[in-house]
């Protein structure tokens, strides 16, 4: 009895403080090996021409997602990111499946801590995770929100070089209202 005490004590302990880190299967999506050759220049659509230097520089990093991509992500506005991959073979430039009819703006856990991140992705993974928040208030509260974070699973299809959802959740919390 003392041990079982004592095995949970110090998993509580060793969990606390961490960022929440959710968990999905990245290794049921294998894309295989990662690609180690020549990065070639993105071809940059004019639609995203106002970000035109953010993924011409994400050619020198390395590669992120589905053997092949470079993630180019940038901020576009406060808590809220965008942004696309390029094929490292070719240059060619996909747009991240964003799926939301409202910004995307990150998430946060009940306690008040921001999550880390609102994309989850592994260079040698066809998986691909967004999650966003909205938020709307709570009549006669000042304190706290409803936070509904909605979380987007995709597969990326590298014959078809297209993204499909697999599963969409919406997980309604309460926040404190600071976070916002």
Same mark, same amino acid.
């Not at 294998?30 to 659509?45: C, D, L, Q, T």
């Not at 991240?96 to 009940?110: A, E, N, S, V």
């Not at 938020?135 to 979380?151: A, F, L, M, N, P």
């Given at each position: ?12 302990a ?8 959710? %968990?999905?299967?990245f290794?049921?999506?294998?894309s295989?090996e990662?690609y180690k050759?020549? %990065?070639h220049a ?5 639609r995203?021409n ?13 590669i992120?997602?589905? =053997? ?8 576009c506005?406060? *808590?809220? /990111?965008s ?13 991240f499946? #964003?799926?939301t009819? $409202?910004?995307?703006h990150?998430c946060?856990?009940?306690?008040? /801590?921001?999550e880390?991140d ?6 040698? =993974?066809?998986?691909?995770v *967004?999650?966003?928040? %909205? $938020? ?7 304190d /706290?929100?409803?936070q509904?974070?909605t979380?987007n ?11 499909v #959802?697999r599963?969409r959740s ?6 404190? =209202?600071?976070?916002?």
């Amino acid at each position: 009895m003392k041990a079982l005490l004592l095995t949970t004590f110090l998993l509580a302990a060793a969990a606390h403080g961490k960022p929440y880190q959710p %968990h999905y299967d990245f290794a049921k999506y294998s894309s295989g090996e990662v690609y180690k050759g020549h %990065h070639h220049a993105p071809i940059v659509p004019r639609r995203w021409n106002v970000v035109r230097s953010r993924i011409k520089n994400a050619r020198y990093d390395k590669i992120g997602f589905g =053997s092949y991509y470079i993630p180019a992500i940038w901020g576009c506005g406060i *808590s809220c /990111q965008s942004g696309v991959m390029i094929d490292a073979r070719t240059g060619k430039t996909y747009d991240f499946p #964003l799926g939301t009819d $409202y910004p995307l703006h990150g998430c946060y856990r009940r306690d008040g /801590q921001e999550e880390a991140d609102i994309f989850y992705y592994r260079p040698n =993974s066809r998986l691909f995770v *967004s999650a966003n928040c %909205h $938020y709307s208030e709570i009549e006669g509260r000042d304190d /706290q929100i409803v936070q509904y974070k909605t979380t987007n699973v995709y597969e990326w299809l590298e014959a078809r070089k297209r993204f499909v #959802l697999r599963r969409r959740s919406v997980e309604k919390t309460i926040v404190p =209202s600071e976070v916002r």
